[in-house]
T-cell receptor, first 112, second 111 residues
Framework: KQEVTQIPAALSVPEGENLVLNCSFT??????LQWFRQDPGKGLTSLLL?????REQTSGRLNASLDKSSGRSTLYIAASQPGDSATYLC???????????FGKGTKLTVNP | DTGVSQNPRHKITKRGQNVTFRCDPI?????LYWYRQTLGQGPEFLTY????????KSRLLSDRFSAERPKGSFSTLEIQRTEQGDSAMYLC?????????FGSGTRLTVV
């Protein structure tokens, strides 16, 4: 059974700092990995999707990497801003299934 | 393209009542998903439709839960005889190929 773990559970940083969020998964037979952002009481916003054949994806200040063999992904946020404050969720799509398996998320607070 | 729309946004119901939620996906998306999220947890998969066919169901989807997607357009999720443990955010997502677009969810509170 696929399990996704995100560390840390919560992170508080001053504005302008670069930071890394971690995601690990137990079964490396994944089709793709996605990072989402969730604001309090809201739905999920897709940030980056990395297919299993890719090593990384970039969008603006965000960079996500994938090491499938070791079961790890990182989300790097450069020059953090208060507007980045949210919960960041990692999810994997298992080959042969349409469902996403999510981690519990990392709650990020960026202090002005 | 107005995104994925979910109604109602909030629902408070008494234990034992039936509730129904609606999801309107992005019009050209043939895949539709339902997830449930409780406080402090990531979303958990409930079910998946490709067009009107329900192709995958989680064991979380007990006999009290039923989902439909008539004509492959909007979808409904019904919970019969609600229990306090059903209190959660119910999220709908749609997709055409890679990547998901999620709706804002329906928050259910069972009192």
């Amino acid at each position: 059974k696929q399990e996704v773990t995100q560390i840390p559970a919560a992170l508080s940083v001053p504005e302008g700092e670069n930071l890394v969020l971690n995601c690990s998964f137990t079964d490396s037979a994944i089709y793709n990995l996605q990072w989402f952002r969730q604001d309090p009481g809201k739905g999920l916003t897709s940030l980056l999707l990395i297919q299993s054949s890719q090593r990384e994806q970039t969008s603006g200040r965000l960079n996500a990497s994938l090491d499938k063999s070791s079961g790890r992904s990182t989300l790097y946020i450069a020059a953090s801003q208060p507007g980045d404050s949210a919960t960041y969720l990692c999810a994997v799509n298992q080959g042969g299934s349409e469902k996403l398996v999510f981690g519990k998320g990392t709650k990020l607070t960026v202090n002005p | 393209d107005t995104g994925v729309s979910q109604n109602p946004r909030h629902k408070i119901t008494k234990r034992g009542q039936n509730v129904t939620f609606r999801c309107d996906p992005i019009s050209e998306h043939n895949r539709l998903y339902w997830y449930r999220q409780t406080l402090g947890q990531g979303p958990e998969f409930l079910t998946y439709f490709q067009n009107e066919a329900q192709l995958e169901k989680s064991r979380l989807l007990s006999d009290r839960f039923s989902a439909e997607r008539p004509k492959g357009s909007f979808s409904t999720l019904e919970i019969q005889r609600t229990e306090q443990g059903d209190s959660a955010m119910y999220l709908c997502a749609s997709s055409r190929a890679l990547g998901y677009t999620f709706g804002s969810g329906t928050r259910l509170t069972v009192v």
